[in-house]
């Protein structure tokens, strides 16, 4: 389902059913694959999660492992879903422009201080900013990621170098990830970010919030439909 | 040879020639069959071994305690090492390096006796124990770090600069042979009450005298040629040409996937295994870990990981092709 204005229900339609699979499929597998690779690192038994109830597994590196690698087959399933899928429909609009940080500064100084918002395009300009940095890292575990199951191959053998890279790199980068996420749900502790919730589980936002916050998308939007209505 | 660099080495090695027909006769030795790209291993005759009788400590734990003594851990003083927080427990070998009947960060060797029956006569046999340097280590490929690497020449070896001693390496080998010091390495300058827990020392075959063309140290000192090294591919061929000579059995070459050490035996290892498992379960601390069993066929760790690697691949693909037909289906529709 495409983005359009549903004036019947006060509402518009901001992501179609590819985007919300995408969204949530990554959120599952990147939340298992956290999960799971800490437990890769000696600390669950160290540190007591084993003593939970329900949680003794969670030390045995063979399950863990097992979980690692299903949750990374959901993990690239929904990457390259969502690669394939905005690259065939032409549709950037969550990538970032020229004066998105600039932008970014401003929204949230209007957030924090008060004051006016400059207009924003379906997304702002952090998410953005925010898309960028988690792309990024999701890159980069991938690649590692793939490394690390290729090393675990018994036709390949990788020096000794390479292998601290690749495991330095997919730690830290996991790391970033973890901050990236907070970051994310952090943004929801404004009160003026919350509309944006509802749209992550219907696909749908209410039409005010969208007229109010996303002026530049609502009249792209208006123009597509005048566009249409004279087609 | 001690100057020779590993180019030489392996040139020299290459130019003594795959005398692939190399004959093992009398306990003469294999080494220098290998060309350039062979891994190097070693075979352990237990026909051979008697354990040193006579002598207070046998002579391949004496030399390689020898040889490395400069690598062994040299910790902080014991009363300096806290506990592994928020456990009261601390691996700290330093007050038992005498300790040569067993593996410890201070002796990465040892020969175990074993009491068995066969062909209705009792028989003892001994082992000696260490790395077996496996073909595909999961002890080095499970690191989470990266401190531990399969070196071209066949050793496994540990960074001992990058290890932080959180023992998985110890937890998903069949054997459990690395063992762990407190008190030394980088976990010492991090948080060391909190984070890490030493680092984990094992046999690395001796790689600094591999590399210069030399034998390892325990193979040299054996008095009865019962530790023979050279190309793994020779080695193995030796290992069954000496099994089918005396009836025997050779471990070392299925196990965790195959490995670098082979052992020939008159005794099926099954009951070896039983034997050592017996003597394990009457130890003060029957999990304790130094002691290594000897289970035959025993899987690799990564098994089961490395069969889903098709599922792996098959992701994205299956991701692409849903993904192209969701955009062809919108794009119609819109």
Known sequence: MGEKILPEINKVQRHGLSVLFVHWTMALSTMVLIFSGFGQMPMYRRYGLTALPGLGWSADYSVTLIIHYIAAMLFLLAVFYHIVYHLIRKDFDILPRRGDMKESLAIMKSIIFGGKEPPCDKYLAEQRLAYAFIAFLVFAISVTGVIKVMKNLPSFNFSGNLLIWVNDVHTLASMLLVFGILAHLAAFVFRVNRPLIAGMFTGKVDLDYCKHRHCKWYDRLLLKESCKDRE | ?334
């Not at chain 2, 330093?94 to 201070?106: M, S």
């Not at chain 2, 029957?286 to 098709?310: I, K």
Request: net charge positive; charged share 20%; proline share 7%.
């Open chain 2, 1 to 334: 040879m001690s100057g020779l660099t590993r180019r030489q080495f392996l040139k020299r090695t290459l130019a003594s020639g795959v005398a692939g027909g190399l004959v093992l006769s009398g306990g003469v030795r294999i080494a220098h069959a290998a060309s350039a790209t062979d891994v190097m291993g070693t075979l352990y005759d237990l026909t051979r071994c008697d354990g040193c009788i006579g002598q207070k400590v046998p002579l391949c734990v004496t030399v390689c305690r020898e040889e490395n003594k400069s690598r062994f851990p040299d910790p902080v003083p014991a009363e300096q090492i806290q506990y592994y927080w928020p456990n009261k427990k601390k691996e700290d070998w330093q007050g038992k390096k005498h300790l040569t009947n067993r593996l410890t960060p201070y002796n990465w060797t040892f020969v175990q006796k074993a009491q068995v029956e066969h062909n209705g006569k009792p028989l003892e046999v001994f082992i000696p124990r260490r790395c077996m340097h496996c073909d595909n280590p999961p002890c080095a490929n499970l690191c989470p770090f990266g401190a531990q690497y399969k070196s071209p020449e066949g050793p496994v070896l540990i960074n001992k600069d990058l290890c932080l001693g959180g023992a998985k390496c110890r937890d998903v080998c069949p054997w459990g042979i690395p063992a762990r010091q407190a008190g030394v390495g980088l976990y010492m300058k991090i948080a060391p009450k909190f984070l890490g827990a030493g680092v984990m020392y094992k046999c690395d075959l001796c790689y600094d005298r591999v590399k210069k063309g030399l034998e390892p140290a325990c193979v040299v000192s054996c008095p009865r040629k019962a530790i023979m090294f050279g190309s793994k591919k020779t080695l193995r061929e030796v290992a069954y040409k000496r099994a089918e000579e005396i009836g025997g059995f050779v471990y070392g070459d299925k196990e965790n996937g195959g490995t670098s050490t082979f052992y020939v035996s008159s005794v099926p290892f099954e009951k070896i295994n039983a034997a050592l498992k017996e003597q394990k379960s009457r130890q003060q601390d029957p999990a304790a870990t130094g002691f290594p069993l000897m289970q035959a066929g025993v899987a690799n760790f990564l098994d089961s990981a490395n069969g889903m690697v098709a599922g792996m691949l098959a992701a994205p693909v299956a991701g692409a092709l849903a993904a192209g037909y969701a955009a062809y289906k919108t794009m119609k529709e819109g």
